[in-house]
């Protein structure tokens, strides 16, 4: 199982902390004891519980959780050197006496590993799954490893159980916390007391923090028995006995649907999210492998229990899970037949279903009725899909972890776990069985119908020789006689093509039975095959007729003429248009005799709507990219849609350098007479001679000046303006567009540039007249500007004694007009001050009259 994050959820029932004190026969517990005496040295045994879980109890099937405090070690070596802390308790000597039978395993308390000290931990309750809660405080650990076993006495104890995280998965979403990493759950039989060690792959420090143990128990009963009794549910119509052969297409095997084996429905959050199936991933839950047929049931509900209420996903992460007796389980919720989307493959689950076998299989297979069960179910499913189980799936991974997110990646149609995540699941042995369980599923039910495709799945049979007809291929898994049936919308067959092999293939030139071409519109693919066996599960796809051409609708190229000089005035090319379909597009650049001279990076799905696409101005030449020479280009923008039709468009487009690189400076003039800012001046280049001419523009488009400079020569040229109209009258205050032009041989070239006319000052102005405040404490003014052309004004502030000394003076950065701000100062003597506020604009105008304050400090 991989760490996925996903929004916490919670029962809306709970039941008393009380509840989980049966193993103390109602006395306080050894953490409730210890709570009660006081929190002590940082590794002190007693332990706090941070949380309780426990939902709302089915009758045939309860299950219940909770979470408590564990110690964290110094170092990866041990847990602690702290003695074995003997707690007060009941006796639970039946529940030891069935454990010590089953494991075999006797180890003294305190003793772990190699002889390695130990910590034992109380939980407090009962329980028979368990797993870890931690934060991650170390940089660059991928994988923390927990070694852990569990006794019902603290006398006799189960191997080692190893439990592996990992830190760059991301957080998990616990109920707790979101920041908490979280193990996967490992089924231990009915225990009370928990001893773990941990390591860091790559680090001597531990890199963990605040572990806790999530503990969940799944009580064995009678319902749960008859869930997995071999007549408790039969098995699907034409379903035949997991040990046997099947002829015709893999039938559905038994499943336990999730009501028999008890899943409580209000755990789970959210509706199901249904992707597609490419892929099959085989993963193992890493628990013991000795439980019993009637445990099975509870050991599911309890990783459904730890999945929803402990890692707070939307429900139990696995589509399918199998046990040891070859039963197979419902996992997540919404229909074993669709592709529900599970959380199994961290960046991989929208397009794939994941079947996990119950148990550990590192160092042992799984049993034979497992390995059946598993091979019968992948070789259903995966038909469902028309999936090879000996082929590969491309699917693209939507999480970043061994792989980016948006990556492709070509995997077995049946994977393990460790192929796409950073895991060991599903253990090394089961892992190394693959390839034999590929074979296996290959094997099982005849005939079958692999990737149904239809190439490609658009096409425009109008004789032009692009896309006029479709392929429409299956591989089979013999050589079977079989059809290919093609229908209308209204379900009645129109074409129909047979043959025997292999492989079924029919070239589609979009005609009916007759040789008639039909209209417009989606057609179905319906594929068939039989063999001595029986026929194959059908398959299809759609493929669509189309004949229309997409239309460019708006098309436009501004500014129609261009110098690339990298002045950034007119140095591209914009164009503009609607499509009504998705497109792939591609945009070219012709020059005066025809010949492509540039191709402008295709855009491979534009969809329907506005697109926009630039040309630069540049061309290709000897391998690069150069700036365009002068002259006459055409623009031509192509659109094919997915059929092959395809329409065009062209605007013709000049480049012209003839002038360049204009500036005026300042943007902003007063001429009012007063020196600062009267006049500005318009500075350009050129690159050749031509006749200049200037005019200005007012706000509502006339032209107030006009200026004919004359022929100019190559290089640098200003002209100053005045601010005054051809009547040698100073123009209103206002917006004004300068606009300059130069005309050659070739044609005229424009610029356009912004002059702003501003006569009136800034009036700066404090919320308040006066301000009183005590000594040692910050005064805090408020004051705006306001200026009705100006966006931006320079604001200084004087602060004066009552004498009229000089206190301060500060001059604050240029910001916008008409807010409110604030100034504060801390006086440092009592006394009377004026603290005086002017405002200059962005023409250089000065307020006349600053706005005093008069501030008194107590």
Known sequence: MSIVPRRPTRSSTSVPTAAVRGASGGRPTPWATAAAAGAGAALALALAVLSLFAGPAWAASPTSGFIVAAPVPSSPAALGAAPLTEFAGGSSASKAGSLAERRGLMLPAGVGRDGRSTTTVDTGAWFDMIGILFRSTAVGVRTVEFRLRVSPDRRTWTPWFALKADADSGPAGSTLNRADLVTDPVWVGSARYVQYELDSLGRVAAPVSDVRFACVESKVTAAAKAAVSPTARPPAAGAAPLSASTSGPPAEPPIVTRARWGADEAYRSGAPAYGVVRCAFVHHTVNGNTYTRAQAPALVRGIYYYHTQVN??????????????????????????KAVIGAQVLGFNSMSTGVSLIGTFDSVAPSHAALVALERLLAWKLDLSHLNPLGMARAECFVTQKYRAGQWVTLPVVSGHRQVNYTDCPGTVLFGLLPAIRTAVAGIGDPKIYTPTAAPGAFSPNGDGVRDTATLSAVLSGTDDWTIALSDA???????????????RAVWDGRDAAGARLPDGIYRASFGATSVNGSARPASVAVRIDTVRPSLTGFSVTPSVISPNGDHFADAAHVAFGLSE??????????????????????????????HLVWDGRVRSGGALVAAADGVYEVVVRAVDAAGNHSTATAAVRVDDTLGHPHVAPAWLSPNGDGVDDTTTLSFRMARVARVGVGIAGPTGTVVRHVALGSLASGSHTWLWDGKNAAGDVVADGAYTCTLAAVNGAGTVTVKLRLHVDTVPPMATWRAGSLTVKLGKRLSAVYSVADQLSPKATVTIVVRSAAGALVSSVSL????TGVARRYSFRPNARGRYRVHLSAVDLAGNRQKVAATLVVTVR
């Open 312 to 337: 707070g996903w939307r429900d139990i992460g696995y589509n399918f899970l199998i046990d040891r007796f070859g039963t197979i389980y419902e996992g997540r919720y919404g229909g074993v037949t």
């Open 490 to 504: 209204s379900g009645s067959v129109v074409a129909r093509f047979s043959g025997s092999g292999p492989v079924a």
């Open 582 to 611: 998705r497109c792939a597009v591609g945009l070219s650049v012709r020059d005066a005799g025809g010949v492509v001279v540039r191709t402008v990076a295709p855009v491979s799905a534009a969809a329907a709507g506005t697109t």
């Open 813 to 816: 950065p240029a910001a916008a």
